[in-house]
């Protein structure tokens, strides 16, 4: 098994590039005009799970931008997903 260590020498630059695309984005979205809608919410809902001390963050984080609707939508009105739970669900 890897140690901490060793998963800091061959994830750490790959991750911490992630984590900067990421600050950009949301400097991105803080510089443009207009209001943000239901996915930028969803986003800043999942940041702090990112901080906390606990075994499961991926999952938490995947199940804050999932949409736990259980009705399905009488038609589509687009082809593809958001990305994240609208909040009119």
Known sequence: MNSKRDLLDLQF???RHLLVELAAFLDRIDRHP???DFRIDAFRKALPIL???RP???RAVLDALSDHSAEPIPHATIQGAFG???TDH
């Open 13 to 15: 630059i790959e991750t």
């Open 51 to 53: 901080l906390e001390e």
């Open 56 to 58: 499961d963050r991926a």
């Open 34 to 36: 207009g209001e943000a």
């Open 84 to 86: 994240a739970p609208p």
